[in-house]
């Protein structure tokens, strides 16, 4: 173990010496700050004595100057100054220990420096930690951060060259072959072209044309003499002198490699490698998060070009069946009319079933088309200030003859502080019609149907139409809102419906940001109630157990 021993004076130095002449210790001297500085950067020391009264030095800020030229090495503070308070100040400082002269005899010295020898490695461990685990904390916050590929790989790559203070590096990743080493990342190049000059190489290359051969997909390889090597043409160009390349692996996978160089000449030791390798390995989850990133973006962008593809699919179909039904059914009406001569009862009767199916149909074609554009997000929710109330009252108004002939009795009931809304006129008044037109055509003579509408809170409005028809069977109610299902009330009812009306309505209200559900009992009729928001901005919205 080599000291260094800094006192000016020559008798407690060769006292110091002689007290240490049974020990194993090997004792450099100097008699400066001056000349220790000097021998501090020429040679290795594990351990420094230094007294604070020098001739070109004095006090504690000694022990600065020394850390400064040697940072590495610990310092035991020898002095004839008997201070407790500046022995604290002087581990405050940085050394590892303050003796007495004359207080310490061999033992107690040379014991106090292999402390201090240990306890500097361990708080150099200990800081190398906490520095290794900032790095990982910086890249763990990088995936978390980014999600595309190029944002991860820059600063995954910044991360890596900061923790070793190297001066280039670069991120080479494979091909979508996953046979290719492809530049995805670069920095710290002088000439920006000699990053983009690292040729690309294959697995089946690498064994005859790598300096590494196989080893550079399975394992991490340094060079720490490029420029006394054959190889590594692009390197040398950017002055380097030593590198190394780490794998990055995901489950067992290697995606691409690491690369760190430096312009000094460096060992890489054990940990520094362990370290760049656990970097190597978050570098691969990043990679696999964002490439399932982008991969879920290409999706999301073909299924939307599919969806339009169907939206505008449908929309030919709707139009090329709904024209010539409501050809049919004009041609129909005329000849009822008799405008084409007289029809008769047997006839008549044939017309208005043809009528009765053709309209059918068309109500068929236009439901389905609605369906497929809302399921498509074709369709905007044009939002403008309606009244509720003034809908409510329009579709009452709109049914009460239907009402009046199956003997019904219809009404509303409207709370008088109901709000205007945001919301798209047409759309909505689609669902009140179709949530009326079933309660009536499930009611029987003599029943009721009550549309009623009240304020929930300062940002929701409730509306509820409620009849006291046949009902929906409870192991019905969870299908009711299914494409192409029916209750079994229908079953019941002369006038069949296709099974997408309710299905329109569900996606046209959670359009709105809102929410529909039904109460139902068999025999004593449904409710189904509208959850909407008044501002028309969307929400979450919890349907009541």
């Known amino acids: 173990m080599r000291v260094l021993l800094v006192e000016d004076n020559e008798d407690d130095a060769l006292l110091?010496?002689?007290?240490?002449?049974?020990?194993?210790?090997?004792?450099?001297?100097?008699?400066?700050?001056?000349?220790?500085?000097?021998q501090l950067a020429t040679g290795r020391f594990d351990a420094i004595l230094l007294d604070l009264s020098l001739p070109d030095a004095q006090g504690l800020n000694t022990i600065g100057r020394v850390l400064g030229q040697a940072p590495g090495v610990p310092i035991v503070v020898l002095t004839g100054l008997n201070d407790e308070e500046a022995a604290v100040k002087a581990v405050e400082q940085g050394a590892q220990d303050y003796l007495i002269k004359g207080q310490a005899d061999g033992h107690l010295l040379a014991r106090s420096l292999r402390y201090a020898i240990q306890r500097h490695r361990s708080e150099e461990r200990l800081k190398e930690r906490n520095r290794e685990l900032l790095v990982l904390k910086k890249i763990s916050e990088t995936i978390l951060g980014f999600l595309d590929l190029r944002s991860v790989t820059e600063s995954i790559l910044e991360e890596a060259m900061l923790s070793g203070s190297f001066d280039l590096g670069n991120i080479r990743l494979l091909d979508r072959s996953g046979e290719t080493l492809e530049v995805a990342a670069n920095r710290?190049?002088?000439?920006?072209?000699?990053?983009?000059?690292?040729?690309?190489?294959?697995?089946?290359?690498?064994?005859?044309?790598?300096?590494?051969?196989?080893?550079?997909?399975?394992?991490?390889?340094?060079?720490?003499h490029v420029q006394e090597s054959g190889r590594f043409r692009t390197l040398k160009k950017e002055d380097v002198e030593s590198f190394i390349n780490v794998p990055v692996r995901a489950n067992g996978d290697m995606l691409g490699i690491i690369q760190l160089a430096s312009r000094a000449r460096r060992q890489f030791r054990p940990e520094e490698v362990n370290l760049l390798e656990t970097i190597g390995n978050q570098m691969g989850v990043a990679l696999q998060k964002a490439k399932l990133y982008e991969e879920t973006r290409r999706q999301a962008v073909e299924?939307?070009?599919?969806?339009?593809?169907?939206?505008?699919?449908?929309?030919?179909?709707?139009?090329?069946?709904?024209?010539?039904?409501?050809?049919?059914?004009?041609?129909?009406?005329?000849?009822?009319?008799?405008?084409?001569?007289?029809?008769?009862?047997?006839?008549?009767?044939?017309?208005?079933?043809?009528?009765?199916?053709?309209?059918?149909?068309?109500?068929?074609?236009?439901?389905?088309?609605?369906?497929?554009?809302?399921?498509?997000?074709?369709?905007?929710?044009?939002?403008?200030?309606?009244?509720?109330?003034?809908?409510?009252?329009?579709?009452?108004?709109?049914?009460?003859?239907?009402?009046?002939?199956?003997?019904?009795?219809?009404?509303?009931t409207v709370d008088p502080a109901l709000p205007s809304i945001h919301a798209d006129l047409r759309r909505l008044d689609q669902v009140l019609n179709n949530l009326i037109s079933n309660a009536i055509k499930f009611t029987g003579a003599g029943g009721q149907v009550e549309v009623e509408?009240?304020?929930?809170?300062?940002?929701?409005?409730?509306?509820?139409?409620?009849?006291?028809?046949?009902?929906?069977?409870?192991?019905?109610?969870?299908?009711?809102?299914?494409?192409?299902?029916?209750?079994?009330?229908?079953?019941?009812?002369?006038?069949?419906?296709?099974?997408?009306?309710?299905?329109?309505?569900?996606?046209?209200?959670?359009?709105?940001?809102?929410?529909?559900?039904?109460?139902?009992?068999?025999?004593k009729g449904s409710t189904f109630f509208l959850s909407l928001p008044v501002n028309g901005h969307n929400r979450s919205c919890v349907i009541p157990a």
């Open 16 to 38: 110091i010496r002689e007290t240490l002449s049974e020990t194993t210790l090997e004792i450099k001297c100097a008699g400066r700050l001056s000349t220790a500085l000097e």
């Open 453 to 523: 509408a009240a304020v929930t809170d300062a940002t929701t409005v409730n509306v509820r139409v409620r009849d006291n028809g046949e009902g929906i069977p409870a192991d019905e109610i969870g299908q009711i809102f299914e494409k192409y299902r029916q209750g079994g009330n229908v079953k019941h009812s002369s006038d069949k419906g296709t099974g997408l009306g309710l299905v329109i309505c569900k996606m046209i209200i959670e359009a709105h940001g809102g929410c529909i559900w039904v109460e139902s009992e068999v025999g």
């Open 303 to 412: 299924l939307e070009k599919a969806n339009k593809l169907q939206a505008d699919f449908a929309a030919m179909i709707a139009h090329d069946l709904r024209s010539p039904l409501v050809n049919i059914m004009g041609v129909v009406d005329v000849m009822i009319a008799g405008m084409f001569g007289d029809v008769t009862e047997e006839q008549k009767k044939w017309l208005l079933r043809l009528q009765a199916n053709s309209r059918d149909l068309v109500n068929l074609v236009s439901d389905f088309l609605d369906v497929s554009k809302l399921e498509s997000g074709y369709v905007d929710v044009n939002r403008e200030v309606v009244s509720l109330a003034g809908m409510i009252e329009k579709n009452i108004e709109t049914f009460r003859l239907l009402a009046q002939d199956k003997k019904i009795s219809l009404k509303a």
């Open 188 to 224: 710290g190049y002088r000439d920006p072209q000699n990053a983009l000059g690292h040729r690309r190489l294959s697995r089946a290359m690498a064994s005859r044309q790598s300096h590494f051969g196989d080893r550079l997909f399975n394992e991490s390889c340094i060079e720490e």
